[in-house]
């Protein structure tokens, strides 16, 4: 009789808990749909006074590997609107790329291209994919983003514009093709009746 008792008064107490916390209703309403296209050089640079892309991993076979397979690279490569290095800097690709191919020179992706100028300032693109190098186009996707580009989906287009064979500095042709949204309007209302007269409606754009 005590154990049920016991196990009543602690039923009783977690409901009392429950019903004291805010309880929320959420609502997210999308903005018109747009699709921009962005286009820009990627400057991968290994070797220079101030690299922008570094080996940080690399397996005991990775050299001996023709194919590179096990290699680790993170980057802050520029993004410029030129071919040129010279050429004005629209923002930055920061991320990483592996060699994951013991078949052919194939990168597997991963970064985010951050916007520094122009009508995406501040706004980030979240890039993700396969990049087998020797394809004279490759195509990646985009995942996501922030500020003006949240939820964003879209792919990307890219081609090889040059590369230097000594050193491996390369600069890269980007096409991209993004949709995302005008606005986003996030509506949070609290169902709980105190809670609701404390906290009333929240918007988020």
Do not use: W
Not at 70 to 78: A, C, L, R, S, T
Not at 80 to 90: A, D, F, M, N, Q
Not at 188 to 201: E, G, Q, T, V, Y
Request: glycine share 8%; aromatic share 8%.
């Amino acid at each position: 009789m005590r154990e049920n008792t016991t196990l009543a008064t602690g039923m009783v107490s977690l409901l009392l808990l429950f019903s004291s916390m805010p309880i929320c209703q959420a609502k997210l309403g999308l903005g018109e749909p747009k699709v921009s296209c962005i286009e820009f050089y990627l400057h991968d640079l290994l070797v220079a006074e101030k690299p922008t892309a570094v080996i940080v991993a690399e397996a005991n076979t990775a050299k001996a590997s023709p194919t590179l397979f096990g290699e680790v690279v993170v980057v802050d490569d520029p993004l410029t609107k030129g071919p040129e290095l010279t050429s004005k800097v629209i923002g930055k690709a920061q991320g990483l790329y592996a060699y994951s191919s013991q078949s052919e020179l194939s990168l597997i992706e991963g970064m985010n291209f951050v916007f520094t100028d122009g009508k995406f300032n501040g706004s980030t693109l979240t890039v993700m994919g396969r990049n087998p190098v020797l394809h004279k186009v490759r195509e990646l996707s985009i995942n996501g983003g922030s500020g003006v580009f949240r939820l964003a989906r879209g792919y990307i287009l890219k081609q090889t514009y040059s590369v230097d064979l000594t050193t491996q500095n390369a600069v890269v042709h980007y096409n991209v093709t993004v949709l995302h949204y005008r606005g986003i309007l996030i509506s949070i209302s609290f169902l709980n009746d105190s809670m609701r007269r404390k906290f009333p409606c929240v918007v988020l754009t």
